[in-house]
């Protein structure tokens, strides 16, 4: 089984930034696109970046131009750089591979306020 540990998150003000971490385990963390997804309360969890083993990302409108997933395939750990945050990108972050084997961490919380 994947386990996945998220840390980084933390309280930040409006314009500020964050790097997000994902440590996964085993060995064949490089063979899945991996994906970040952020879940704010009473709102449905969404899927805001990934990246595939190649290194190719995709983002949430939402987040495009703001946020960089990256990976490090040597480390078993994946990146979400976030900047230029906005107080509607406040919600627990969590990693997870593509297709989900993964068991979900407890995510890191994210909170952008002033």
């Known amino acids: 089984q994947v386990q996945l540990v998220e840390s980084g998150g933390g309280l930040v003000q409006p314009g500020g930034s964050l790097r997000l971490s994902c440590a996964a385990s085993g060995s064949i963390f490089s063979i899945y696109a991996m994906g970040w997804y952020r879940q704010a309360p009473g709102k449905q969890r969404e899927l805001v970046a990934a990246i595939t083993g190649g290194g190719i990302t995709n983002y949430a409108d939402s987040v495009k131009g703001r946020f960089t997933i990256s990976r490090d395939n040597a480390k078993n750990t994946v990146y979400l750089q976030m900047n230029k945050l906005k107080p509607e990108d406040t919600a627990i972050y969590y990693c997870?591979?593509?297709?989900?084997?993964?068991?979900w961490g407890q995510g890191t919380q994210v909170t952008v306020s002033s």
């Open positions: 997870q591979t593509m297709p989900v084997v993964g068991s």
